[in-house]
């Protein structure tokens, strides 16, 4: 049986959340697969339909929607934020002297996960070709950190005291005794600049009288792709928003059930005429549980989707750049992709 317009519509839109699955969760509108409908892709069409709204930032995390865009262009946007957006990285750490209990290869690891605040564009990516570079950076592409300490008795602790932070100095090793070591002109060329770690208080180690830490780190330029210490972001995801429809008034002891059955502010209660009514107020804020659909008398009342082509992404910096610069040089990595690919396409036609 055909489908009519209503329908279609719905199920090129929509992705509609039912009892037990999930219905049009696939694109369907490509060219020629709906009598009546011009799917063919048009630029001016996009430009219309497509924008980007803002609608939380700061510092750290950024939420935006992205609408009219396919599912397929919004996930390699995500997978750029996590695994292409490059970043600087401790990636080699010459341990000079480690007396701590922490083994050389745990402590260097724990290292290479700390975040370093550096402006990974100002860098150029090291080449591993050479032998020489190894061991030796330039300027241009290497950030030289140092770690030196060492813990001592202090002489000032009471002698009845039994807590550590009394009795010794420098036992707890934190990411803020990390300091730059410039290299060549560094130190002009980042003299606005703070270079070292993101976070102050990330603990490395806990030394006792007598140990000492003599480390030398190089950081270099690198993408998510080859380890995930070099991902900026601590969370990239997107969502599509979701849509809840009442195809009948719910009134009373039954509209508060209703409520309940959704995350908070999503559905709320208005008094028309002494009876509490259910309406809904703010369907992005729902999480699509489902939840209502496991009570008889609710589940035929409301109607749960999804709109196909509204990403709400939501990125989380882990603050080596800002969010939304993340997600400027994200789209500029997928501009280079694409032209990319046409330059393959021209080579591929002329041979």
């Not at 009394?166 to 803020?176: A, F, I, P, R």
């Not at 928003?241 to 059930?257: D, N, Q, S």
């Not at 610069?325 to 990319?340: D, G, N, P, S």
């Amino acid at each position: 049986m055909a489908a009519t317009m209503s329908n279609v519509d719905e199920i090129r839109t929509r992705v509609l959340l039912g009892e037990f699955g999930v219905k049009n969760v696939h694109t369907t509108d490509f060219p020629g697969n709906y009598p009546g409908y011009d799917d063919t892709w048009d630029m001016q069409k996009f430009q219309k339909n497509f924008r980007i709204d803002i609608v939380h930032l700061d510092e750290s995390s950024m939420e935006f929607d992205m609408v009219g865009i396919d599912a397929a262009i919004a996930n390699a946007f995500r997978r750029i934020l996590l695994a292409e957006v490059p970043t600087m990285a401790i990636e080699k750490v010459f341990i000079y002297n480690n007396t701590s209990i922490v083994q050389d290869e745990v402590l260097a690891h724990r290292l290479g996960l700390i975040p370093i605040r550096a402006d990974p564009r100002l860098f150029e990516y090291r080449n591993t070709a050479e032998e020489s570079a190894e061991e030796e950076g330039s300027e241009i592409d290497t950030i030289q950190l140092q770690l030196k300490i060492k813990c001592s008795r202090n002489p000032r602790a009471t002698k009845d005291s039994s807590d550590p932070r009394e009795l010794y100095l420098n036992h707890m090793v934190y990411s803020k005794d990390i300091k730059w070591v410039p290299i060549g002109n560094q130190a002009d060329v980042f003299a606005d600049s703070v270079i070292g770690p993101v976070h102050d208080d990330i603990l490395i180690a806990q030394l006792r009288p007598g140990q000492e830490l003599d480390i030398v780190m190089h950081c270099v330029k690198g993408i998510g792709k080859d380890h995930a210490k070099f991902s900026p972001v601590a969370t990239a995801s997107y969502r599509l928003l979701p849509e809840i429809t009442l195809l009948e008034p719910v009134e009373g002891e039954k509209a508060e059930r209703l409520k309940r059955c959704f995350s908070r502010g999503v559905i709320d209660l208005e008094d028309v005429k002494g009876k509490k009514v259910a309406k809904v107020v703010n369907s992005r804020l729902d999480t699509c549980s489902r939840e209502v659909l496991r009570h008889d008398d609710l589940k035929n009342v409301v109607k749960l989707g999804r709109v196909r082509d509204h990403f709400i992404f939501t990125v989380e910096s882990t603050g080596i750049l800002p969010p939304d610069v993340l997600v400027t040089e994200a789209i500029k990595v997928l501009m280079a992709k694409c032209q990319r690919f046409l330059c393959e396409l021209d080579s591929a036609e002329t041979t």
